[in-house]
């Protein structure tokens, strides 16, 4: 069974800081790896999307990597503000005919101004 | 484009009772997902359905029912509520299968279950 664990649970840095968010899972059969953001009260919405066969998707200050056979992907935030504060869940997608994600329990980060 | 809505937002329920979710999505997506947000566990998916008419099990289905009989909405019941059911439930919907990279999942605000 697919476990997916994001540490730490919660996350401090000052504005303007670059860090890094991490996401492991137990099994390297995934088709692809999703970063999501929940804001308070809020639904998820998704961030970033890379490909098994991808090493790393970039989109604005956000890069994502992933590391399929070591089951491991890392956000990366560069300058953070305040308005990235929000949780932040990775979640993997199994190989073909499971119509399932598997999500972890996300990383709650909040930037200080 | 309102995307994914689910109604109500929030209720309280008494153990026993019974209720239905409504979530409807207007992108003309053929996937739906209901899941359930406990602290500690992470999303985890309760019913899905790949179209009109179908609906398949997740992780976690005891105590839920769900039809798609529109192709833009999808019902999550609960025939008779207990406290395990206290939890944040989202509805989000897709193209298609979440393996294939265009087929993100959009979600809906969520509706917060209190079960006494």
């Known amino acids: 069974k697919q476990e997916v664990t994001q540490i730490p649970a919660a996350l401090s840095v000052p504005e303007g800081e670059n860090l890094v968010l991490n996401c492991s899972f137990t099994?390297?059969?995934?088709?692809?790896l999703q970063w999501f953001r929940q804001d308070p009260g809020k639904g998820l919405t998704s961030l970033l999307l890379?490909?098994?066969?991808?090493r790393e998707q970039t989109s604005g200050r956000l890069n994502a990597s992933l590391d399929k056979s070591s089951g491991r992907s890392t956000l990366y935030i560069a300058a953070s503000q305040p308005g990235d504060s929000a949780t932040y869940l990775c979640?993997?997608?199994?190989?073909?005919?499971?119509?399932?994600?598997?999500f972890g329990t996300g990383t709650r980060l909040t930037i200080i101004p | 484009n309102a995307g994914v809505t689910q109604t109500p937002k929030f209720r309280v329920l008494k153990t026993g009772q019974s209720m239905t979710l409504l979530c409807a999505q207007d992108?003309?997506?053929?996937?739906m997902y209901w899941y359930r947000q406990d602290p500690g566990m992470g999303l985890r998916l309760i019913h899905y359905?790949?179209?009109?008419?179908?609906?398949a099990k997740g992780e976690v289905p005891d105590g839920y029912n769900v039809s798609r009989l529109k192709k833009q909405n999808f019902l999550l019941g609960l025939e008779s509520a207990a406290p395990s059911q206290t939890s944040v439930y989202f509805c989000?919907?897709?193209?298609?299968?979440?393996?294939?990279?265009?087929?993100?999942?959009?979600f809906g605000a969520g509706t917060r279950l209190s079960v006494l």
């Open positions: 989000a919907s897709s193209y298609g299968p979440p393996e294939v990279s265009k087929n993100i999942q959009y």
């Open positions: 099994d390297s059969a995934i088709y692809n």
């Open positions: 890379i490909q098994s066969s991808q």
């Open positions: 979640a993997v997608s199994p190989t073909f005919g499971n119509e399932k994600l598997t």
């Open positions: 992108m003309n997506h053929e996937y």
């Open positions: 359905s790949v179209g009109e008419g179908t609906t």
